[in-house]
């Protein structure tokens, strides 16, 4: 089956994934992560896009961002891609690609799934066994979302700003997120919508964005939201 078109649109969310290529490691020491993150603030500058949850894995990332223009994030993940690969090359004395084909990614539906994206990525490193709480990895967006931490890549989107009145508050209850589990059929639907360039939202937004992109947001021949009530408690409101 042909690979669908990712969807990009102004101002609406995104869940990038990049893999290393066969699963092999992209990142080979802390100066390697340090460098992506630098790159890829730069490259959100010039291309426009806001970033407000990352998080570098051995062989993968994940980002979560909105592109004020329609081409912003491919532009960034198209430049940023180049650039760390001609880095890894050169630093390490080796040849030939790094990255697994062109990366992965969904719109995200901002009233019930932004946050719940946001923690997706930011837990990476527990699911994958590495830390027992996403604040004791360096190298997501965790500690500057709801820690002291000052990050400048990241952007605060509106979901995240309304969680609180002040900073403080802010992060308080983003910390508060982080009690409650993710079910394993949310993550299932969190992966399939990004592997498969669907959207990650509930009907109403999915048609909205396929009456404005001309293309199916979903597969065929599925029953559409059927657990949607049950993301209402976990975006926010918990």
């Given at each position: 089956?042909?690979?669908?078109?990712?969807?990009?649109?102004?101002?609406i969310?995104?869940?990038?994934?990049?893999?290393?290529?066969?699963?092999?490691?992209?990142f080979?020491?802390?100066?390697?992560?340090?460098v992506?993150?630098?790159?890829l603030r730069?490259y959100?500058?010039?291309?426009?896009?806001?970033?407000?949850?990352?998080?570098?894995?051995?062989?993968?990332?994940?980002l979560?961002?909105t592109?004020?223009?329609?081409?912003?994030?491919?532009?960034?993940?198209?430049?940023l891609?180049?650039?760390?690969?001609?880095y890894?090359n050169?630093?390490?004395?080796?040849?030939?690609?790094?990255?697994?084909?062109?990366?992965?990614?969904?719109?995200?539906d901002?009233?019930?799934?932004?946050?719940?994206?946001s923690r997706?990525?930011?837990?990476n490193p527990?699911?994958?066994?590495?830390?027992a709480?996403?604040?004791?990895?360096?190298w997501?967006?965790y500690?500057?979302?709801?820690?002291d931490?000052?990050?400048?890549?990241?952007?605060?989107?509106?979901?995240?700003?309304a969680?609180?009145?002040?900073?403080l508050?802010?992060?308080?209850?983003y910390?508060?997120?982080?009690?409650?589990?993710?079910?394993?059929?949310?993550l299932?639907?969190?992966?399939?919508?990004?592997?498969?360039a669907?959207?990650?939202?509930?009907?109403?937004?999915?048609?909205?964005?396929?009456?404005?992109?001309g293309?199916?947001?979903?597969?065929?021949?599925?029953?559409?939201?059927?657990?949607?009530?049950?993301?209402?408690?976990l975006?926010?409101?918990?």
């Amino acid at each position: 089956m042909a690979r669908l078109p990712r969807l990009n649109l102004p101002g609406i969310p995104q869940h990038v994934i990049q893999r290393g290529n066969n699963r092999q490691a992209c990142f080979f020491a802390e100066q390697d992560y340090a460098v992506y993150l630098d790159r890829l603030r730069q490259y959100a500058k010039q291309y426009a896009v806001s970033v407000h949850a990352y998080v570098l894995m051995t062989n993968h990332v994940h980002l979560l961002m909105t592109p004020a223009t329609e081409k912003g994030v491919s532009q960034l993940m198209q430049s940023l891609g180049r650039f760390y690969v001609r880095y890894i090359n050169q630093t390490y004395q080796r040849s030939g690609t790094l990255w697994e084909g062109r990366y992965k990614s969904a719109l995200v539906d901002c009233e019930r799934y932004f946050l719940l994206v946001s923690r997706y990525i930011e837990l990476n490193p527990v699911r994958a066994d590495m830390v027992a709480h996403p604040a004791e990895y360096p190298w997501s967006s965790y500690q500057g979302n709801a820690l002291d931490k000052a990050i400048a890549l990241l952007t605060p989107h509106p979901c995240y700003i309304a969680l609180g009145a002040t900073p403080l508050l802010r992060k308080a209850a983003y910390q508060a997120l982080f009690r409650h589990h993710i079910p394993d059929y949310t993550l299932k639907e969190v992966r399939d919508a990004t592997n498969k360039a669907w959207v990650l939202g509930e009907g109403r937004f999915k048609e909205q964005i396929a009456k404005q992109t001309g293309r199916r947001t979903s597969p065929l021949g599925r029953g559409g939201d059927r657990k949607s009530a049950d993301f209402k408690g976990l975006s926010g409101n918990q």
